[in-house]
């Protein structure tokens, strides 16, 4: 089992920054890719960033392209997500999600952490 917990949200004004963290623990040996992923109200969760643990590759949502940065720090099993000029529509829960293997798909997830940005 990985335990994923995020943290980090808030409030913010359109053209801030902030930036989520997400603490793994458990059997973090075991974990392939780690992504950020979020929900608006009435919406479907969507995929924003994802990195590779041990290579370090990343891939990001056509929206968050050059605003937003996912990194690790895998002596603390860290993932932080570093989110520039901010936009109201990028509001939404944030959530951390951890993925052991290729073949599947994320099957660890954080509760989520609220990310307003008012105009």
């Known amino acids: 089992q990985v335990q994923l917990v995020e943290s980090g949200g808030g409030l913010v004004q359109a053209g801030g920054s902030l930036r989520l963290s997400c603490a793994a623990s458990g059997r973090t040996f075991s974990i392939y890719r780690m992504g950020w992923f979020r929900q608006a109200p009435g919406k479907e969760r969507d995929f924003v960033a994802a990195?590779?643990?041990?290579?370090?590759?990343?891939h990001y949502a056509d929206s968050v392209k050059g605003r937003f940065t996912i990194s690790r720090d895998n002596a603390k099993n860290t993932v932080h997500l570093q989110m520039n000029s901010l936009k109201p529509e990028d509001t939404a829960v944030y959530y951390c999600?951890?993925?052991?293997?290729?073949?599947?798909?994320?099957?660890?997830w954080g509760q989520g952490t609220q990310v307003t940005v008012s105009s």
């Open positions: 990195i590779t643990w041990n290579s370090g590759s990343t």
């Open positions: 999600a951890a993925r052991t293997s290729s073949l599947t798909q994320y099957n660890y």
